[in-house]
C-alpha cells in the first residue's frame, strides 16, 4: 500500500523534463558555454582550456523549479552539421551560438542559418519559409565572445547574416525566438539567456 502511495505520490510531483539542443559553428564557443553553466551551477566542470572540438554529445543537465532542462551541445564541424536536424524531433528547444566577434565567419553563419532554419535558397531571403522545427520550436540565437575586443554586437550580426528575416518570419509563427549576447567565458549574459530559453520552452510545451 505505501509503495502504491509513494509511487503514486512520486508521479504526481515529477517535474517536466526539456531537451534544449545547442548547435552552431565550430569554434563559436557552444562546450565553454555548456562548461560555464556547469561551473555556474556547482557541477563538475572541464578546465575551459583543454575543451577541444566536439565529436560527439555533451551534455548538461539542470533541475530548475519548473522542470528538468536537459542542455545537448553538439559539434558544429561541417560534417556534423547535418546531424543537428536529427537531433531536432527530440528537442523543445534550440540554442543557436554565433561568435560575434569572428566577422570573417558571418558568411558561413549566413549559409547555415539558412539551410538548417529555412526551406529555400539563400538568394531568396525576401519571404523566408521555414522549417517545421523552427516554426514550433523557441530558438535563442546567442552572440557569443561579448568580451573579445571584436565583438560586433547585436545588430551588425544581424544585418550581416540576415538573421533579421527569420526574426521577422518568427513573429508570424507560434513559437518564439531571440537574440541575446553573452560570454561563455566571463558569464556576462548567461543567466539571463537560460532563463529566457528556459520559460520559452516549458511554456511552449504546455
Ligand atoms: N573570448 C572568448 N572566447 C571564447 C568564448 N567562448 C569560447 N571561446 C573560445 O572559442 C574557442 C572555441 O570554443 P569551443 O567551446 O570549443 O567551441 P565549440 O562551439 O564547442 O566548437 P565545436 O565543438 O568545434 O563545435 C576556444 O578557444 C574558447 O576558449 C567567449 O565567450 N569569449
Ligand atoms: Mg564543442
Redesign the pocket.
Known sequence: MYSLLSGLYDYLTQKPSYKILVC??????????L?QVKKMHGQKYMD??K????IGLNICKLEKSNGEFTLW?????VV?RKLWEKYFNEAHGLIF?I?G?DDMRLPEVKETLHHVFTTQPSHDLESVNTTTAFDQLPVLFLL?????KGFKGVDFVTERTNLGHLLTSAQRRNSESMVMA?????TQGIEGALAWIMAAVSESSK
Open positions: 552552431g559553428l565550430d569554434n563559436s564557443g557552444k562546450t565553454t558555454l562548461e575551459f582550456k575543451i577541444t572540438s566536439t551541445d553538439v559539434g558544429g564541424q556534423l551560438v561568435d566577434a557569443n565572445k561579448q568580451d573579445s553573452v560570454s561563455a567565458i566571463d
